[in-house]
């Protein structure tokens, strides 16, 4: 079984920071890309940033400049550092990574983690 676990949401005033993490263990025997995405209440899941193994990375506009996102292979694991943060930015934050399986299961398979709350408030 594959895991993904977070950390790093919170509540957060205008123009603060936060840094997200999420871990990824389990039966796997690499992990391709890996990404953040955020939901908001009655608004669709949409992706934040993603980054693939080599280092390549994209960003949804809305946070182009603001937000980076990285990662640790070593230690399978992706932050985002959110800076200037906006009201707007509220929403549950979710990580996702494309995996390639061990022998004996799926070749290639998705794993969500939990989600966290970001709250960006006055």
């Known amino acids: 079984q594959v895991q993904l676990v977070e950390s790093g949401g919170g509540l957060v005033q205008p123009g603060g920071s936060l840094r997200l993490s999420c871990a990824a263990s389990g039966s796997i025997f690499s992990i391709n890309a890996m990404g953040w995405y955020r939901q908001a209440p009655g608004k669709q899941r949409e992706l934040v940033a993603d980054i693939t193994s080599g280092g390549s990375t994209n960003y949804a506009d809305s946070v182009k400049g603001r937000f980076t996102i990285s990662r640790d292979n070593t230690k399978n694991t992706v932050y985002l550092q959110m800076n200037s943060l906006k009201p707007e930015d509220t929403a549950v934050y979710y990580c996702?990574?494309?995996?390639?399986?061990?022998?004996?299961?799926?070749?290639?398979?998705?794993?969500w983690g939990q989600g966290t709350l970001v709250t960006v408030s006055s």
């Open positions: 996702n990574a494309d995996c390639t399986g061990v022998a004996g299961g799926p070749l290639y398979f998705e794993v």
